[in-house]
């Protein structure tokens, strides 16, 4: 029964992280279609699931490092809907229950009769290298949402700026070391598949500068 029921905790890290990947690679298909780095509306509506989804799964595995970080993330998901007037569209119901789902999460944990904040501390060794590593690394994909808000809040639309992809491939390898100490399969899978994404980004900006420099000579 134990087996069984460790198995179901991952095979909901891996669909939530499937998600993920999933945002990414449509990203990235579009992005080649455009010739520009774009940030579709689906991008952040597949963040957004899988971001609860993953928030579930860190409460169950106890990884403080994930909880806080999902929980920042939900909510800046939900402003870039917002920003490309899609949030809207959702019926008051399910947008309501969307936004509540963080705090009951938290609820759950702190009230809950196994899985509490107390417990989860306690089996974490905040001291090890690799812990803080996996947090700085978790931080850094958290801190890449907010600068990409604040670069969509200047521009009045939902952008993924080159400094987004920087910062994502950076804590990726961060959150690899992490995730190879917490041997935890699914954010090794996760990380992996998206440093690629992560870089391909990078050189369709880097494509982008250059064609709008050659533009400008003209």
Known sequence: MEFIEKYWIYALGFFAQ??????LIVQWYYSEKEGKVVSPTIFWQLSLVASFLFLIYGIIREDIVIILGQTLSFYIYVRNLQLKNDWAKIPATLRGLLLLLPPFAFLWLLLGDH???QSIFTNTDLTSPL????AIGQ?????????QWYYSEKHKTSILPLGFW????????LILSYATYRVDPVLLVAQGMGIFVYVRNMLIHRKTLHKDSVSLRK
Not at 131 to 134: A, S
Not at 139 to 147: C, E, P, S
């Open 166 to 173: 920087i910062i994502s491939t950076i804590a990726s390898v």
């Open 131 to 134: 812990i803080i590593l996996g």
């Open 115 to 117: 899985h509490n904040f």
């Open 139 to 147: 931080l850094m994909l958290n801190l890449r949402f907010i600068y």
């Open 18 to 23: 499937s998600l993920f990947g999933c945002r």
